[in-house]
């Protein structure tokens, strides 16, 4: 069953750097770093001690909150550091990588003849339900809830994102045993975006696909969750980024947790931007060294540059991110900026600002905000790239003054802080949104639960 979905308001963000559609298999990082924040709100409780021999597949921590869900180790090897910051809280697990360690078999399952309650216990016991997210709250899915839908985004949109056209193919069969499992633990369907019929996941079973068109966001699963059934009070539904299925479905198969990843490596300071096969949790320095980087001033972003977290060069890649990049740093000021026409940067606005005449064109841009924090200045600029049905300023300004029953009236439960990514890059008054939505939902976590 397809449905199509066309998305009008929006901006593409177009950028130098683009990955080459070329898989590099590059060095194998020496170790994996497992980041207790990639897990918004949950409170990790150690279950194995520094210099503890592991195998992939072994649990490494439970959630304090919910004892159920487990966090295992992506890789074999040894425990070499449990860093800890301010009142000794827990920020990174060091790994040595052993990949001839072998893999914790946790023994196969047939979804197609599993029972709902079977496949969730598998899930659970396996590390494999840190990748299910909830809405409302955008976090790990409480395993004593049941969604009305699950939602995948299998289009990705954002500038300079990886390609999942590219990085699925060939998954079709670990695609299709994850989404046939999924399907048994919702109340509703599994809908699944894609951006057209030729996506590994336009031909699944178990599923609803719609194949959706448009400017970013339309990749954002937001974006997918708002046009097909918005989240009210009370409601739960899940999301799951189509590059983990891969795990699920393979895990599912195989008996077998295999954190393996396709990753691009892009940005207009990347000398030779491609595709890498590497680890969650892996050292970018890996890929960076093997693909190269120009100049000495540069950002290093795990994710994507409207989402992704600025890391050092010595860095590891996030839990959830498929993509790394790097751009110029932008700690320097044009003079007169302001006052004088603008034909390199982008903008939505016509004032000053030429980008609208060439919608092809690629820009080199670095990290400047171009201006300085300020009050909100209301332009109407936020409703013309914002696709969901409310309006984003006023949500903002509920989050800011911490007025619940407004956050309630205007959507809160629906949304996440990357829907606001795009939102935040074209304020002319350079506020942080999602910091704001992020504080909004936990704020609502908190109070209401």
Not at 35 to 41: E, N
Not at 82 to 101: H, K, N, P, S
Not at 177 to 203: D, F, M, R, Y
Not at 252 to 272: C, D, M, P, Y
Request: proline share 5%; glycine share 8%; aromatic share 8%.
């Amino acid at each position: 069953m397809s449905k199509d979905i066309r998305i009008k308001k929006g901006l593409d963000i177009r950028l130098v750097g683009e990955a080459e559609k070329v898989i590099s298999e590059g060095p194998r990082s020496r170790t994996i770093t497992i980041k207790p924040s990639d897990f918004h709100l949950v409170t990790p409780k150690m279950v194995v001690k520094e210099g503890a021999k592991l195998q992939a597949g072994d649990e490494l921590f439970y959630s304090k909150l919910q004892e159920e869900i487990r966090f295992v180790s992506p890789v074999a090897g040894t425990l070499t550091e449990i860093r800890r910051g301010a009142r000794r809280v827990i920020t990174e697990l060091v790994i040595e990588a052993d990949y001839a360690g072998g893999h914790k078999d946790f023994g196969k399952l047939d979804p197609s003849s599993a029972s709902a309650d079977e496949i969730k216990t598998k899930l659970l016991s396996s590390g494999l339900w840190a990748f299910i997210k909830q809405r409302p709250y955008d976090v790990v899915a409480k395993a004593d809830s049941t969604p009305k839908g699950i939602y995948i985004s299998a289009y990705s949109t954002a500038p300079l994102s990886a390609d999942l056209d590219f990085t699925l193919a060939g998954k079709e069969s670990e695609l299709q045993t994850a989404v046939t499992a999924l399907s048994k633990l919702t109340e509703g369907s599994v809908h699944i975006s894609v951006g057209s019929s030729s996506s590994p996941l336009s031909g699944l079973n178990d599923a609803i696909i719609h194949t959706i068109s448009g400017p970013h966001p339309a990749g954002n699963v937001g974006t997918l969750i708002n046009k097909v059934d918005p989240v009210n009070k009370g409601e739960v539904v899940w999301t799951i980024a189509a590059q983990d299925l891969i795990i699920i479905g393979e895990l599912l198969l195989t008996g077998k947790f295999n954190a393996e990843r396709i990753i691009s490596v892009a940005g207009a300071s990347v000398k030779s931007p491609k595709y890498y096969r590497t680890m969650i949790g892996a050292e970018v320095s890996t890929f960076s060294y093997d693909a190269g980087i120009e100049g000495d001033n540069n950002r290093f972003i795990s994710g994507d540059v409207l989402t992704g977290k600025q890391i050092k060069p010595d860095g590891a890649l996030g839990f959830y991110n498929n993509a790394f990049v790097a751009i110029p740093e932008g700690n320097d000021y044009e003079f007169f900026g302001w006052n004088k026409p603008v034909f390199n940067k982008i903008s939505p606005s016509r004032a000053l600002t030429f980008s609208w005449m060439q919608p092809k064109k690629k820009y080199n841009l670095d990290t400047n905000t171009n201006g300085e924090h300020r009050a909100f200045v209301v332009t109407g600029n936020y409703e013309e790239v914002f696709p969901l049905d409310m309006y984003p300023l006023q949500l903002l300004k509920a989050c800011m003054v911490k007025d619940l029953d407004e956050m309630e009236v205007l959507g809160m439960y629906e949304v996440a802080p990357e829907d606001f990514a795009l939102t935040e890059f074209i304020c002319v008054s350079k506020q942080p949104h999602q910091d704001i939505i992020r504080e909004g939902l936990d704020l609502m976590y908190n109070e209401i639960g």
